[in-house]
Each structure stands twice: as structure tokens, then as C-alpha cells.
């Protein structure tokens, strides 16, 4: 059974570097794109980028200025850093694998930006 | 990018009720469409790939069909464990993007 399960900072103040972690137990790491989603509170979900075992990534051009995805193989964890944040990256950050659609998700990481 | 326009944005349906949600695409995405169930606090569950196909496990009263630009999900019998958020996701194209949610609510 493929488990997703992610961790990092809840609490960033404005300016600060977000850092989430997601670790991927039960299924090799290879064959899919690994992915992050967000979701503010209250509102719809938005696609962050993703990226695959063999490093190649994709983001949203929304975001793309300021994230960066890394994947460590050798781990089967990738992690993703949202650069400058402000009170508009406030959400909850899913971790999710994906082959065609996004099938498995990390439990979420509720991210407050706040001064 | 290709814009996910579904409606309704909410809805409130008995037990038992047929309910159909809609997601249309700003351009042509083949059958590339996923369809997702979310409760408040939880991570979305996939409901349906490939536009039709159900999930292993989801249960049958769940169908999707659709292709190209209009896509539909239907519940054919709501039970209480339906009331929840939907949004239909497409991969055809980068950036992923999402519809904006329909809410079912207990009428």
C-alpha cells in the first residue's frame, strides 16, 4: 500500500523560505511524477509543480519564480521550497504521486504565514 | 492554460437524490480528467480517471463520462457519506488545473 507522508515548518513569517518534505513508502519511486498541490483555507486546490525520479520538472508558471522541487532517490523523499512567501501562500500543502491523474496524497501540512 | 469551469459551485440534494456536476474545459483535453471527493480536514480521494473509469474500491453509484471539453460526474443515489466537495482535475496540458469545487450539502 503506498503511503505519502510529509512534514515541515507550520509558521513562517513574511520573506521566508517554505520547506516541505514528503517521503513515499510502499512503491518505487520510479514510473511516476511526484507532486505538490495547495489549498487555501477555505478555497479550491491549485497545482504547485511536480517532479519525476529522474529530476525532470514541471511548475506552474503562477508559482514558478519562487518554488523549486527536488526529489532524493536514494530516500524516496522530494521536497519542495517556496521562496519570499507572504500571507497568499497561507494553505494546506498536499504531497501527491501522480502517473496520468494524482491518485495517492499525503495527509496535507497546514502553512500559516503570518507577521 | 486551460481553464476548468464546473458547475454548480453548490448544490443541495436529498438522500437518494440523482446529482450531476459538470466541468467543462476552455479547450479540448481527449479524456484526460480525473474526478475527486474531499471531506473537510482530509486529503481528496479519487473518484474516477480517464474521464469514466471508477476507482478501485469507489462505489458503482459514482460514474463519470465526458470527453473533449464537456465532462460530467454523477451520483445516481446520494448516500450520507456523499456530502462532500467535488473537483475534477485535468492532466492534459501544463499547468494541472483544477475546477473550483461544487459543494453538496444536506437539503
Known amino acids: 500500500q503506498v503511503q505519502l507522508k510529509q512534514w515541515g515548518a507550520g509558521l513562517l513569517k513574511p520573506s521566508e523560505t517554505l520547506s516541505l518534505t514528503c517521503a513515499v513508502y510502499?512503491?518505487?519511486?520510479?514510473?511516476?511524477?511526484w507532486t505538490w498541490i495547495r489549498q487555501p483555507p477555505g478555497r479550491g486546490l491549485e497545482w504547485i509543480g511536480e517532479?519525476?525520479?529522474?529530476?525532470?520538472?514541471n511548475y506552474n508558471p503562477s508559482l514558478k519564480s519562487r518554488v523549486t522541487i527536488s526529489v532524493d532517490t536514494s530516500k524516496n523523499q522530494f521536497s519542495l521550497k517556496v521562496s519570499s512567501v507572504t500571507a497568499a501562500d497561507t494553505a494546506v500543502y498536499f504531497c501527491?504521486?501522480?502517473?496520468?491523474?494524482?491518485?495517492?496524497w499525503g495527509q496535507g501540512t497546514l502553512v500559516t504565514v503570518s507577521s | 492554460d486551460i481553464q476548468m469551469t464546473q458547475s454548480p459551485s453548490s448544490l443541495s440534494a436529498s438522500v437518494g437524490d440523482r446529482v450531476t456536476i459538470t466541468c467543462r474545459a476552455s479547450?479540448?483535453?481527449?479524456?484526460?480528467l480525473g474526478w475527486y471527493q474531499q471531506k473537510p480536514g482530509k486529503a481528496p480521494k479519487r473518484l474516477i480517471y480517464?474521464?469514466?473509469s471508477l476507482q478501485s474500491g469507489v462505489p458503482s453509484r459514482f460514474s463519470g463520462s465526458g470527453s473533449g471539453t464537456e465532462f460530467t460526474l454523477t451520483i445516481s443515489s446520494l448516500q450520507p457519506a456523499d456530502f462532500a466537495t467535488y473537483y475534477c482535475?485535468?492532466?492534459?496540458?501544463?499547468?494541472?488545473?483544477f475546477g473550483g469545487g461544487t459543494k453538496v450539502e444536506i437539503k
Open positions: 501527491a504521486r501522480r502517473m496520468a491523474t494524482v491518485d495517492y
Open positions: 510502499g512503491e518505487s519511486f520510479s514510473g511516476y511524477y
Open positions: 517532479i519525476n525520479h529522474g529530476g525532470t520538472t
Open positions: 479547450q479540448g483535453i481527449r479524456n484526460d
Open positions: 480517464a474521464a469514466s
Open positions: 482535475l485535468q492532466h492534459n496540458s501544463y499547468p494541472l488545473t
